[in-house]
């Protein structure tokens, strides 16, 4: 077999996939395939993302707790799309 070159991915692109996984609910296979990635690769980089937010987080809240602000935000910008699919 041929020698196989990994692929990198800087920090924005990382940070972006994990946004797109947190932010829309979908599932880490859909969004890894609509990216190009392998979805075990975008697994791993939420799974870090959680730990690290775990870890940041201080507020003892754990890791996939959304601060209040962030709540309100989310719900915002669903209220948002849904306004967007009925048009």
């Known amino acids: 077999m041929g020698a196989t070159t990994r692929r990198r991915f800087d920090p924005e692109f990382r940070a972006g996939a994990v946004r797109i996984v947190k932010e829309t609910g979908k599932p880490v296979s859909h969004v890894a395939r609509d990216l190009g990635i392998n979805e075990y690769t975008l697994h791993n ?14 507020n003892g809240g754990g890791g996939g707790t959304l601060k209040e602000s962030e709540s309100e935000e989310l719900e915002r910008l669903r209220r948002e799309k849904a306004e967007l699919v009925k048009q």
């Open 45 to 58: 980089w939420v799974q870090m993302d959680r730990h690290a937010g775990g870890q940041a987080g201080g």
